[in-house]
Each structure stands twice: as C-alpha cells, then as structure tokens.
C-alpha cells in the first residue's frame, strides 16, 4: 500500500493564481482531512470529509474549497491564492470507527 | 488560543536516556489523544494513542501518560536513540461528535551523542 499520497511536492504560485492540491488513500479509509502546517505551529485543520459525499469546514476554512471526487481521492482548492497561504498542506485519512488517521508526506506552497 | 499546548519548545537529552514530553491540555470533553512524530520534511507518523478512559498506555519504547485531573498528557520514550530526533505533536479529539485533531504547537527533540 502507499498509504496516503500527495501531489504535487512542491508549487510556488503568484498572488491570485488558482491550484488544486490532490491527496489520494489506498487503505479504503472513509474520512479524509486537509490540514496546514505553518513555522513553529501545530496542524490546523482546514477542511474533512467523513464520508464521500459529504465535507465540512473545519477550523481555518477562509480561502479554500475542498472536493471528496470517491472514496479515495480528496482535493483542495485555492481559488486565488494569497500570501498568507504560504504553508505545507497535509492530507491526513482515518478509517470510520478507529481514530488514528495517517498522514501524507505534504505540499509545501509559497505564493509570492 | 490554544487548546492543546506543549510546556518546552526544545528537548535536549543524552543519547541512551529517557525522554519525558509534556503536553497540556484545556478541553474537558476531550476523549481521545494522540502523539505523532514528525522528521524534516516529513508528514507526522503515528507513534502511540490513549483513550479518556485509560491513564497509561505502553508500545515499544513508548509510553504514554494522561493525567485528567490536571489535564495533562506525557509520551515517554526509553533509551532515546538518534532516531528519535524528530519534533513531537500531541493532538487531542474533542467530544461531542466533533471531527478533526486539534495539535499542539510540537517539542523538538534533540539526541546529544
């Protein structure tokens, strides 16, 4: 299995350019979460989707869309990127009814 | 502000020592945490888990604590190794149907030889 997978490794992009950031799990989990990641912080969730279908907003949502495409895949989307969402992104899985969710190896985004 | 937080933003030990990482925490209606492990350039990778309901949970070489009284969690590694330089995030799942880890800000721990 390769777990959970990020695409891409790497993106700088200028203010107000668009991106998608994919994640995709092989280990037929039903949640997936997006987090971000700044200097010297713990994760802060974005957004997660309990089940395909479905999404929520979780605690720093502003600037960001989110797609649960099936049950493996779950994207996020910057719509017009800014500075301050120069960060690295995590996707993060779990499986429904255990709580440990497995994490991605990241995004690392810089928007000038 | 934070709800889960860590007491020392760096760790110091000799290599063969034990490692005590501290972690507060404020939520009351937390039932569940976690400690995850993150290397440079890496995502976090799960290191040992602990139910509201238990005090004390072991793995190998691993050891987690919670104390509710205090609100106060602690991952104990034995006969740290240069591997186990990393930064350490505890994370804590709220109660009430709530979905998501809410992490501290991390301990960097570092291994002197």
């Known amino acids: 299995n390769a777990g959970v997978t990020q695409t891409p490794k790497f993106q700088v992009l200028k203010t107000g350019q668009s991106m998608t950031l994919q994640c995709a799990q092989d280990?037929?989990?039903?949640?997936m979460y997006w987090y971000r990641q700044d200097p010297g912080m713990g994760l802060r969730l974005i957004y997660y989707s309990a089940s395909e279908g479905t999404t929520d907003k979780g605690e720093v949502p502003n600037g960001y869309n989110v797609s649960r495409l099936n049950k493996r895949e779950f994207s996020l989307r910057l719509e017009s990127a800014a500075p301050s969402q120069t960060s690295v992104y995590f996707c993060?899985?779990?499986?429904?009814?255990?709580?440990?969710?497995?994490f991605g190896p990241g995004t690392r985004l810089l928007v000038l | 502000g934070e709800s889960v937080g860590l007491h020392l933003p760096t760790l110091s030990v000799q290599e063969g020592d034990n490692s005590i990482i501290n972690c507060a925490y404020s939520?009351?209606?937390?039932?569940?945490f976690i400690w995850y492990k993150q290397e440079s350039g890496k995502g976090p990778q799960f290191i040992i888990d602990i139910r509201s309901n238990m005090d004390k949970r072991q793995g190998q070489r691993v050891t987690v604590l919670l104390n509710k009284t205090v609100k106060h969690l602690s991952l104990q590694i034995a006969a740290t190794q240069p591997g186990d330089s990393a930064v350490y995030f505890c994370a804590e799942r709220s109660g009430g149907g709530a979905d998501g880890l809410t992490f501290g800000k991390g301990t960097h721990l570092i291994i002197q030889p």
């Open positions: 939520n009351s209606a937390s039932d569940y």
């Open positions: 993060a899985s779990r499986f429904a009814g255990l709580e440990t969710q497995y």
């Open positions: 280990m037929n989990h039903n949640s």
